[in-house]
């Protein structure tokens, strides 16, 4: 798949948003949406929404240097949703990264590490409950072997 190719437009209610799937040692790194934003309080793989007609892989590098004050290597998109909001629709892709560096909270959210047995315990968005359900069956398959 060709993770260069523009994002769609902004139109009819339509969000594109990126989001980083970042893994270490069996942990997730998740940030907590901020106050005064759609899902607020909800954690979140992060990223964000991409400018019209930037390409997937860029926004997704510009959002985590924007929020975590870091670059990644983006790697696969791993998983793609289309959920529609009351008040939106959300176009959502999910993109393993690897982190080149520390992170730190640019925008005062909360950060944390959370093991994969653990996610399914946090609250995030409804459009986000594919990609928890893929990355636990990830777990399964891994340990069946």
């Not at 106050?35 to 909800?42: N, S």
């Not at 009351?86 to 944390?112: K, M, N, P, S, T």
Request: with cysteine.
């Amino acid at each position: 798949m060709d993770d260069s190719r523009p994002a769609l437009s902004q139109v009819e209610g339509r969000i594109v948003v990126t989001a980083a799937v970042i893994e270490r040692d069996d942990r997730f790194l998740v940030t907590r949406r901020l106050r005064g934003t759609h899902l607020e309080g909800y954690w979140e793989f992060p990223g964000g929404k991409c400018d019209d007609g930037e390409p997937l892989t860029e926004c997704l590098r510009r959002e985590i240097r924007e929020e975590l004050d870091s670059d990644v290597d983006v790697g696969e998109e791993i998983y793609t949703i289309s959920h529609t909001y009351r008040d939106r629709i959300v176009e959502l892709h999910f993109f393993r990264c690897d982190l080149r560096g520390q992170v730190r909270a640019a925008l005062d959210q909360e950060i944390q590490w959370v093991k994969r047995s653990d996610l399914h315990e946090l609250e995030f968005p409804p459009a986000d409950e594919g990609l928890i359900r893929l990355l636990d069956q990830a777990s399964k398959g891994t340990n069946e072997r």
